[in-house]
């Protein structure tokens, strides 16, 4: 599985942005997507999580600003982000989830920079 995000980029607060995840696979082949961000010195967290039913879940420091949805026919997930913040300001990673009888296999792309700023 390879995951290629992009959609990163210096934007003003307040402003916003799209982040895509595009996958080499149908996204339906995947339990769950997520996307997760990491700031300067800090750890890598949750933003957000689409299921393959559509179920989403949200970091509570994004709530109301982002939304995660899915393109099945382009093998894409994305983030919307809007009014952003400069505590937004993070490497943006996305990933996707295979849950087997025995196992999780969690699949991680490279990271887009997302910095807000004025």
């Known amino acids: 599985v390879q995951l290629q995000a992009s959609g990163g980029g210096l934007v003003q607060p307040g402003g916003s942005l799209r982040l895509s995840c595009a996958a080499s696979e149908s996204i339906f082949s995947f339990n769950a997507m997520g996307w997760y961000r990491q700031g300067p010195g800090k750890q890598r967290d949750l933003v957000a999580t689409?299921?393959?039913?559509?179920?989403?879940n949200y970091g509570d420091s994004v709530k109301g600003r982002f939304t995660v949805s899915g393109d099945n026919a382009k093998n894409t997930v994305y983030l919307r982000m809007n009014s952003l913040k400069p505590e937004d300001t993070a490497v943006y990673y996305c990933n996707a989830v295979v849950i087997t009888a025995k196992q999780m296999y969690v699949h991680w792309g490279q990271g887009t920079l997302v910095t807000v700023s004025s």
């Open positions: 689409i299921t393959s039913g559509g179920s989403t």
